[in-house]
Structure formats: C-alpha cells, structure tokens
T-cell receptor
Framework: GQQVMQIPQYQHVQEGEDFTTYCNSS?????IQWYKQRPGGHPVFLIQ?????EVKKQKRLTFQFGEAKKNSSLHITATQTTDVGTYFC?????????FGQGTRLTINP | EPEVTQTPSHQVTQMGQEVILRCVPI?????FYWYRQILGQKVEFLVS????????KSEIFDDQFSVERPDGSNFTLKIRSTKLEDSAMYFC???????????????FGPGTRLTVL
C-alpha cells in the first residue's frame, strides 16, 4: 500500500535558525497536505499542494511539491518559539490521507 | 468559525467493553473521517464516510469497528470489544467536498483520548 516517509523524526534548533522537513511517497500523489500539531493538540491544516513543482509561501513557511509529485518539503525561515510542534505531511490517495511519521520541532529560545 | 467537535474528550474503559466516540462535523460538510493516533506516533487513517456509507477503510478498521451517522449531525465510531492496543487518540475530521483538481481540506476535531485498561 501507499507509504509516506518523513525525515527527520526530530529537529532541535536555536530560535532564529531555519528548519526543513522532507516527505517522500512510495506512489505518485494527487496532492499533498501539511499539518501542524501542537503538543496535546490536534492536527491543524496548513496548506495543500496540487501541481507538479508547485511552491507556496505562508509568511516564513515555504512549501514545495516535487516535479514527480512524490516528494515535498516544508521550510521555515528564522524559527520562532511559536513554531514548536510536530509537522506532518499527508499524501492523498483516492479518499484517504496517508500521514508521514511527522517531524517534531523543538526550539531553544 | 465553524469547527468539528468531539465527545467525550477522554474515555476510560475496561478491556472487552464497547465504546462509542461521538463527533459533530461541520454542518455543510459531506465527507467524514476517523483517524487514530497512538501516543507519540503518526496519525493513521481508519475510515471515510460519504453519502451514508463507508467509502474507504484501512486494515485497522476490522469487524470490531463500525461507524454511523444516526441523525444527520452526529458521526459516531463504535468499538465493540475494546483491546488494550485500542488505546489512542481518536480524531474525527470532515471535509466539504472533493473538487475536480483534488483540492480539499480536512478539518480535524480536538480528539477523544481512549484509554483501555
């Protein structure tokens, strides 16, 4: 079945440093979604990428979808303490979302 | 802003007991989902529901699980005979529609933490 791998599993940075998490699917995706989950919270939708090679920005966050629609990345520039949480990518199959394992971001103020 | 709600927030049950987890999706949404997340692990798809029937289910969603939309607003997940390994956070999600280019957004509820003793 479809598998979505995400690396790294953990990332600890100093506040102000950049952060990147990578996502790879075993199959071509119709779209990929990114979610953020704060400790003790629920996944909150961040963005969806649909087109091959698509790049979207949300303030300090940059999302990319690979040309083959099998990989994606999320890059945060100049992290802030509010960025703490686990970032999940989720690849869309027919109906279901297949989530990656998540990258847990912690930040030293 | 409308949101998905779930009750209870925490359910403790004995192994072998039946539990029903309740969700109220966003009112004009058409697609409904259940996911689970074992502590510290990734979110796992359980089942999707559209037009009053299951549209897709995972291998986790075996005969012990069932879903219902009994009254047009609630969406429930029933576990008939709970096992220790069913302990997890269960998230309900809903989505308005699926457009032709695949753009869609699922909105997650706050979750029900199920503890099986």
């Amino acid at each position: 079945g479809q598998q979505v791998m995400q690396i790294p599993q953990y990332q600890h940075v100093q506040e102000g440093e950049d952060f990147t998490t990578y996502c790879n699917s075993s199959t071509t995706l119709s779209n990929i979604q990114w979610y953020k989950q704060r400790p003790g919270g629920h996944p909150v939708f961040l963005i969806q990428l649909v087109k091959s090679g698509e790049v979207k920005k949300q303030k300090r966050l940059t999302f990319q979808f690979g040309e083959a629609k099998k990989n994606s990345s999320l890059h945060i520039t100049a992290t802030q303490t509010t960025d703490v949480g686990t970032y999940f990518c989720a690849g869309k199959g027919a109906q279901k979302l297949v989530f990656g394992q998540g990258t847990r971001l912690t930040i030293n103020p | 802003e409308p949101e998905v709600t779930q009750t209870p927030s925490h359910q403790v049950t004995q192994m072998g007991q039946e539990v029903i987890l309740r969700c109220v999706p966003i009112s004009n949404h058409l697609y409904f989902y259940w996911y689970r997340q074992i502590l510290g692990q990734k979110v796992e798809f359980l089942v999707s529901f559209y037009n009053n029937e299951i549209s897709e289910k995972s291998e986790i969603f075996d005969d012990q699980f069932s879903v219902e939309r009994p009254d047009g607003s609630n969406f429930t997940l029933k576990i008939r005979s709970t096992k220790l390994e069913d302990s997890a956070m269960y998230f309900c999600a809903s989505k308005r529609w699926t457009s032709g280019d695949g753009t869609d957004t699922q909105y997650f509820g706050p979750g029900t933490r199920l503890t099986v003793l």
